[in-house]
């Protein structure tokens, strides 16, 4: 049984460019999360998606935007790329409350 | 001040010492408790969840105060491969209408 899975591993961005991170949920689960863990902090919530709409969003901006598939799988768009965008993203897939993380993917803004 | 509070450390212990880590939370709503390892460069992955009674899982041991809003994480034993960064987090609200709130984390060294 695959676990969380996200692609790509690894990015490099310059600023203002747009990037789309992909995330595959652990089989069975619903609901989709993003999260942002910028070096030496701990992960910080993005958004939420279950049913294919975004049901709850953390204190990020517009620039910030997903989306939900049929098939529960989950993209994060990020426009207009800052230096500080610069961090570990994280998906984590879950049913009920414990949410399993994928190996996330690592974007650097130049 | 932060939801999810927790000294960053390092906490450099030898092997086989004890070690003890706090996190306090701010929103007395807060509902589920739990405490994540996150290994440098890899996905949080959750150690165990923190009951009001307390629970122990091998070395380890997870106690809630929920009258203080703390919470506490102690390790036995140390091991070299003990040796990770320990992620506090609380969760509120259910289902859809739940969110997860990460602390920043304590790291851990173990020494030979």
């Known amino acids: 049984d695959a676990g969380v899975t996200q692609s790509p591993t690894h990015l490099i961005k310059t600023r203002g460019q747009q990037v789309t991170l992909r995330c595959s949920p652990k089989s069975g689960h619903d609901t989709v999360s993003w999260y942002q863990q910028a070096l030496g902090q701990g992960p910080q919530f993005i958004f939420q998606y279950y049913e294919e709409e975004e049901r709850q969003r953390g204190n990020f901006p517009d620039r910030f935007s997903g989306h939900q598939f049929p098939n529960y799988s989950s993209e994060l768009n990020v426009n207009a790329l800052l230096l500080g965008d610069s961090a570990l993203y994280l998906c984590a897939s879950s049913i009920d409350n414990e949410q399993f993380f994928g190996p996330g993917t690592r974007l650097t803004v130049l | 001040r932060k939801e999810v509070e927790q000294d960053p450390g390092p906490f450099n212990v030898p092997e086989g010492a004890t070690v003890a880590f706090n996190c306090t939370y701010s929103n007395s709503a807060s509902q589920s408790f739990f405490w994540y390892r996150q290994d440098c460069r890899k996905e949080p992955k959750l150690l165990m969840s923190v009951y009001s009674s307390g629970n122990e899982d091998g070395r380890f041991t997870a106690q809630l105060n929920r009258a203080s809003q703390y919470i506490s994480l102690l390790i036995r034993d140390s091991k070299l491969s003990d040796s990770a960064t320990y992620l506090c987090?609380?969760?509120?609200?259910?289902?859809?209408?739940?969110?997860?709130?990460f602390g920043t984390g304590t790291r851990l060294q173990v020494t030979l």
């Open positions: 987090v609380v969760l509120r609200g259910a289902g859809t209408a739940s969110k997860l709130t």
